[in-house]
């Protein structure tokens, strides 16, 4: 009985210092979504890219003209653009059922925290790309976003910081092999966010 | 078995206690009405329960003004750190001794 009393306080103090610090709202689904966006686009972006080439061929010789590089910007945006909103949805409705608010100190550090290397990323890209270095593009997106995930991982679900780990290795693998920007690309934002996704949505949303 | 009995913290029996105290472990710092919306207490609920940690040293009360509006801080001391680590190793420990 009294043991009983015991045990329950031990949770409840485990269960506030979460509740308090981390934001746990974060719904597994959208990142699977998220995943199948980027898979899309990376397809788009291909048949754009390889049109008269294959990945395979030299890198050096892929050519770029105004209105591709256009399309393919149009694709990453419509990527990003889909799977924020896609991740609000479903983390306000995940929120909801849990009787949490969505608007609150652990979700306002989780978003900070997660957009100050994504936004550094984001400056970086834009000021590659003014030089030419498009090579270096997509293993930068990579890199970037996997800190931007380890970062955030401190104020969210754990599972968030090996989303990141794995980002951060593929970005180094991808600076290494250039040339296979896009393959890496669609490995990571495709492959990984369903990877993870699924196993959130088994772990914390499938009950 | 005694010993272990002593380290029991009276001042952190009670649930909202508990959760003021879980809280301010995990957060350098945290306003009256974060904290009123985790517990889910009543204002007068949750005033009388932060008076009492207070009044225990183990809790500061800041108040001050943002703009116009009062806002009240609440942090935990070292005392207050120190006694509800102490507190929760009691409860393991009871817990494992049956």
């Known amino acids: 009985m009294e043991n009983e ?18 934001f746990i709202s974060l719904s597994g689904m959208s990142g699977i979504l998220a995943g199948i ?6 397809g788009f972006a291909y048949s754009i890219l390889y049109q008269n080439t294959s990945i395979t061929a030299d890198y050096k010789n892929l050519v770029l003209t105004e209105i591709s590089a256009i399309k393919l910007v149009a694709i990453a945006f419509a990527v990003l653009v889909l799977s924020i909103i896609t991740g609000f949805v479903f983390s306000i409705n995940k929120a909801k059922k849990q009787n949490e608010s969505v608007w609150n100190i652990a979700s306002k550090r989780l978003l900070i925290n997660f957009l100050i290397p994504l936004a550094t990323g984001g400056f970086f890209i834009l000021f590659i790309i003014e030089k030419d270095f498009m090579v270096l593009v997509a293993p930068s997106t990579l ?18 910081r090996y989303l990141g780990l794995s980002m951060i290795v ?22 990984c966010h369903i990877l993870y996704g699924s196993l959130m949505y088994f772990k914390y949303d499938r009950k | 078995m005694l010993n ?6 009276k001042a952190f029996d009670h649930r909202i206690r508990l959760g003021i105290m879980s ?15 985790l517990l889910g207490v009543t204002d007068g609920n949750l005033a009388s329960h932060t008076k009492a940690l207070e009044l225990e040293k183990y809790i500061l009360i800041e108040k001050q003004f943002i703009g116009k509006k009062p806002n009240t801080k609440y942090s935990a001391t070292k005392a ?19």
């Open chain 1, 143 to 160: 890199l970037f976003y996997g800190l931007a995930c380890l970062n955030a991982s401190k104020y969210t679900l754990g599972d968030v």
């Open chain 2, 4 to 9: 272990i009995i002593q380290n029991i913290n």
């Open chain 1, 37 to 42: 966006y980027a898979l899309l686009g990376a």
């Open chain 2, 80 to 98: 207050g750190r120190n006694a509800f680590i102490a507190h929760i190793d009691a409860l393991e420990k009871l817990i494992k001794k049956s």
């Open chain 1, 5 to 22: 009393k015991y045990l329950n306080d031990l949770n409840e103090i485990k269960q506030m210092m979460n509740k308090s610090s981390r």
């Open chain 1, 170 to 191: 593929l970005g180094l693998l991808s600076t290494w092999f250039l040339g296979y920007g896009l393959l890496f690309w669609a490995l990571g934002f495709g492959g």
């Open chain 2, 23 to 37: 809280i301010l472990m995990v957060n350098e710092n945290a306003d009256f009405n974060m904290l009123k919306e």
